[in-house]
Nanobody, 120 residues
């Protein structure tokens, strides 16, 4: 079983910065993609950023140039550095981790979500 613990959300003024963290633990043999999603009230969950096991990244157009995703493989942790935050970035942010367990199973797990609120 894989467990994800997120941290780093909060309230920030427009133009400010936050750094989200998501640590994976459990019976993890290897981790593939690590992603950040967000869901604003009344909207569908959307992919914000992803990072592959090889370090390749991809971003939603709305956050390009402002957000940076990174990972620490030794700690099984993915980060999302969010700069120049805008009120429209307000949402619950979720991490998702795709991995293979020691039992050979492929697991796609979600974090519990962390609230990010950007005031104008």
């Amino acid at each position: 079983q894989v467990r994800l613990v997120e941290s780093g959300g909060g309230l920030v003024q427009a133009g400010g910065s936050l750094r989200l963290s998501c640590a994976a633990s459990g019976s993890i043999f290897s981790i593939d993609d690590m992603d950040w999603y967000r869901q604003a009230p009344g909207k569908q969950r959307e992919l914000v950023a992803l990072i592959t096991s090889g370090g390749s990244t991809n971003y939603a157009d709305s956050v390009k140039g402002r957000f940076t995703i990174s990972r620490d493989n030794a700690k099984n942790t993915v980060y999302l550095q969010m700069n120049s935050l805008k009120p429209e970035d307000t949402a619950v942010y979720y991490c998702k981790v795709d991995c293979t367990t020691y039992g050979g199973a492929y697991s796609s797990s979600w974090g519990q979500g962390t609230q990010v609120t950007v005031s104008s």
